[in-house]
T-cell receptor, first 115, second 116 residues
Framework: AQKITQTQPGMFVQEKEAVTLDCTYDTSDPSYGLFWYKQPSSGEMIFLIYQGSYDQQNATEGRYSLNFQKARKSANLVISASQLGDSAMYFCAMRGRGGRRALTFGSGTRLQVQP | EAQVTQNPRYLITVTGKKLTVTCSQNMNHEYMSWYRQDPGLGLRQIYYSMNVEVTDKGDVPEGYKVSRKEKRNFPLILESPSPNQTSLYFC???????????????FGPGTRLTVL
């Protein structure tokens, strides 16, 4: 079974500062993928970034980077230079190779960017 | 434009009144699924389909039915809704290459269901 843990229900950050959202995972699959999604107040799910378990380098997408530490089973999202529009709910998710290959989600972290 | 559409976006109904939430994708994806989102629990998969006429249970299938008669459509059926099915529902689709590759999962806009 897969499990995603996000231990920060809520976070505050000042505009233009960097913020790290924590995510730890547990799986018995040797091959898996890790994802981050953003959910603004309007409700839609927006894909941010992906990291494969065998990828040698940490994934980056613009201001988003994924700090992947495989031995510690962590996949933290780093947002650089926060903007007011980054205020949203953020979900970490993973997908294994076997079975139904569903996304398993964490409970989310609500980020509020303050001016 | 590549997208997943859901209808209705909002629905208030009463206990026991059958309802269907439609889902359609225009990307020719094989894999489609339904999730529900509840506070503090993230999203949990209800049902999924790997192709036409192939459906199976996810983590929380009780009280729901699905069908996949066409590749593009994947409706969610609540035969006898109950208040504990009040939730935000998402339909999603992606190409299924049988790997954990970063095949982006496209989500619909969500359906907010309230069962009184």
């Amino acid at each position: 079974a897969q499990k995603i843990t996000q231990t920060q229900p809520g976070m505050f950050v000042q505009e233009k500062e960097a913020v790290t959202l924590d995510c730890t995972y547990d799986t018995s699959d040797p091959s898996y993928g890790l994802f981050w999604y953003k959910q603004p107040s309007s409700g839609e799910m927006i894909f941010l970034i992906y990291q494969g378990s065998y990828d040698q380098q940490n994934a980056t997408e613009g201001r988003y980077s994924l700090n992947f530490q495989k031995a510690r089973k962590s996949a933290n999202l780093v947002i650089s230079a926060s903007q007011l529009g980054d205020s949203a709910m953020y979900f970490c998710a993973m997908r294994g190779r076997g079975g139904r290959r569903a996304l398993t989600f964490g409970s989310g972290t609500r980020l509020q960017v303050q001016p | 434009e590549a997208q997943v559409t859901q209808n209705p976006r909002y629905l208030i109904t009463v206990t026991g009144k059958k309802l269907t939430v439609t889902c359609s994708q225009n990307m020719n994806h094989e894999y489609m699924s339904w999730y529900r989102q509840d506070p503090g629990l993230g999203l949990r998969q209800i049902y999924y389909s790997m192709n036409v006429e192939v459906t199976d249970k996810g983590d929380v299938p009780e009280g729901y039915k699905v069908s996949r008669k066409e590749k593009r459509n994947f409706p969610l059926i609540l035969e006898s809704p109950s208040p504990n099915q009040t939730s935000l529902y998402f339909c999603a689709s992606r190409q299924d290459r049988g790997s954990t590759g970063g095949d982006e999962q496209f989500f619909g806009p969500g359906t907010r269901l309230t069962v009184l």
